[in-house]
């Protein structure tokens, strides 16, 4: 719906025009909050994480160690191959904050930052031991991407609209990769003798 109103110059486009209006304040703050979506910032961030689930759960014996980290860095190579299509197919122009041009939705900084910081946490959480330590990083994760999504928007870079559609696609990604790893966690459970352990 939201791509049909951009796309269609609808009613609700004249509604994230004046939003954004309301909202704009470039400043080197809401700069900063930006660039945490900047691939240079998140995509190491991932890549970390990654590593370090992979390291332990080959290190466990854990059957299929090499799946989460694997659909999670094809999740982040997605990203762009569904993002850029969608920039030059809707040209959407910028806010006065920013150079002429097109090809700003949806957000790609918002795509970014939900699928390297939101499957950080997914492929994490099983690794960690305590529901204070799940809750953290879940909340780190809403968190990293609430301050880019408000970067975005104060300083101008993106219309609202540009980062609320870089939400639904990263929600539906996200969704899918915790129904992947829940499918194989319970296939891994369910072969596993009740003798062994898994990741703690």
């Keep these: 719906m939201i791509t049909w109103?951009?796309?269609?110059?609808?009613?609700?486009?004249?509604?994230?025009?004046?939003?954004?209006?309301?909202?704009?304040?470039?400043?080197?703050?809401?700069?900063?909050?930006?660039?945490?979506?900047?691939?240079?910032?998140?995509?190491?961030?991932?890549?970390?994480?990654?590593?370090?689930?992979?390291?332990?759960?080959?290190?466990?014996?854990?059957?299929?160690?090499?799946?989460?980290?694997?659909?999670?860095?094809?999740?982040?190579?997605?990203?762009?191959?569904?993002?850029?299509?969608?920039?030059?197919?809707?040209?959407?122009?910028?806010?006065?904050?920013?150079?002429?041009g097109t090809g700003y939705y949806p957000s790609g900084h918002t795509a970014t930052a939900m699928i390297a910081y939101g499957a950080s946490a997914l492929v994490l959480l099983p690794w960690l031991r305590t529901s204070y330590a799940r809750r953290a990083a879940v909340a780190s994760c809403v968190l990293l991407v609430a301050c880019v999504s408000f970067g975005l928007v104060r300083r101008g870079y993106h219309w609202p609209l540009d980062v609320v559609a870089s939400w639904c696609l990263g929600t539906v990604l996200l969704s899918s990769l915790r129904l992947l790893l829940s499918r194989s966690s319970r296939r891994t459970s369910a072969g596993t003798p009740r003798s062994s352990s898994g990741p703690s």
């Design 5 to 100: 109103q951009v796309a269609a110059d609808g009613p609700l486009l004249r509604l994230d025009e004046r939003l954004s209006r309301a909202l704009v304040h470039p400043d080197r703050f809401s700069e900063l909050l930006a660039d945490l979506g900047n691939v240079q910032v998140a995509v190491p961030v991932l890549v970390v994480v990654l590593v370090h689930v992979a390291r332990r759960g080959r290190a466990s014996g854990t059957d299929r160690w090499w799946l989460p980290p694997l659909a999670a860095a094809v999740l982040m190579a997605l990203v762009p191959a569904l993002v850029v299509p969608v920039k030059e197919l809707i040209a959407r122009g910028g806010t006065p904050a920013v150079p002429p």
